[in-house]
C-alpha cells in the first residue's frame, strides 16, 4: 500500500533560518508529488507540485523541493524562513491515474521572529 | 466567488444526533472528495466521487453516507453521531481527467465537536 512518511514533526526555527523538511514515499510506481501547506485555521493550500521533468521544482513563497526518485523522497526547502511561514506542512503523493491522494502526518513549523 | 466552499463552519451537537456537512465547488472539476483531519492534524481520506459516482470509500463506519447530486456538490451525512466523530472534515475538489496530475482544492473545513 501507498505511505508518505514525513520525518519530522515538529520543526522551529528562528527568522532567516534555512529549511529543509523531509518526505519519502513508498510507491514503485510512477507518482505525482506535492507540498501543501495549512496556516492556523485555514483550509490547506498547494504549495508545489511534481508530474515529470526537472525534478527540482519551484512554488509559491520561495518554497522548491527536490524529486530525487532512487531515494523516494520529495524534501521541501527554502533558503530563509520568515514568521509567516509559521504553519502545518503535508506531503502528498498519488499515482499517476489514480484518484487516491495519500498524505504524509504534516510536519508544525513555528517561526520564531 | 469561493471556490470550493462548504457548510457550516462549525457544528456542535450531541452523541446520537443526526447531521449533515454540505460541499460545493464551482471550478467545474469532476472528482470531489472527503478528508477527515484529527486532532493531530492526520488527513485521511473518506469518500471520492468521480462524475457522480463513488470510487474511493475507505474505511469508514456506515454511519457516514455521502451523496453527489451533481459533479458540483458532495455532501456528507452523518448518522447517530459518537464522540470520536469530532475532527475538522474538509472538502476537496480535483480535476482527475487529468491522469492523477490534478492538486486538491480545499474547502474551509468543517469543525465538528460531538458532546
Known amino acids: 500500500a501507498q505511505s508518505v512518511s514525513q520525518h519530522n514533526h515538529h520543526v522551529i526555527l528562528s527568522e532567516a533560518a534555512s529549511l529543509e523538511l523531509g518526505c519519502n514515499y513508498s510507491?514503485?510506481?510512477?507518482?505525482?508529488l506535492f507540498w501543501y501547506v495549512q496556516y492556523p485555521g485555514q483550509h490547506l493550500q498547494l504549495l508545489l507540485k511534481?508530474?515529470?521533468?526537472?525534478?527540482l521544482v519551484k512554488g509559491i513563497k520561495g518554497f522548491e523541493a527536490e524529486f530525487i526518485k532512487s531515494k523516494f523522497s520529495f524534501n521541501l526547502r527554502k533558503p530563509s524562513v520568515q514568521w509567516s511561514d509559521t504553519a502545518e506542512y503535508f506531503c502528498a503523493v498519488t499515482h499517476t491515474g489514480g484518484f487516491k491522494t495519500i498524505f504524509g502526518a504534516g510536519t508544525r513549523l513555528f517561526v520564531k521572529a | 466567488d469561493t471556490a470550493v466552499s462548504q457548510t457550516p463552519k462549525y457544528l456542535v451537537t450531541q452523541m446520537g444526533n443526526d447531521k449533515s456537512i454540505k460541499c460545493e465547488q464551482n471550478?467545474?472539476?469532476?472528482?470531489m472528495y472527503w478528508y477527515k483531519q484529527d486532532s493531530k492534524k492526520f488527513l485521511k481520506i473518506m469518500f471520492s466521487y468521480n462524475n457522480k459516482e463513488l470510487i474511493i470509500n475507505e474505511t469508514v463506519p456506515n454511519r457516514f453516507s455521502p451523496k453527489s447530486p451533481d459533479k458540483a456538490h458532495l455532501n456528507l451525512h452523518i448518522n447517530s453521531l459518537e464522540l470520536g466523530d469530532s475532527a475538522v472534515y474538509f472538502c476537496?475538489?480535483?480535476?482527475?481527467?487529468?491522469?492523477?496530475?490534478?492538486?486538491?482544492?480545499f474547502g474551509n473545513g468543517t469543525r465538528l465537536t460531538v458532546t
Open positions: 471550478l467545474g472539476h469532476d472528482t
Open positions: 511534481y508530474f515529470s521533468g526537472d525534478p
Open positions: 476537496a475538489s480535483s480535476q482527475e481527467s487529468a491522469g492523477g496530475n490534478s492538486p486538491l482544492h
Open positions: 510507491y514503485g510506481g510512477t507518482v505525482n
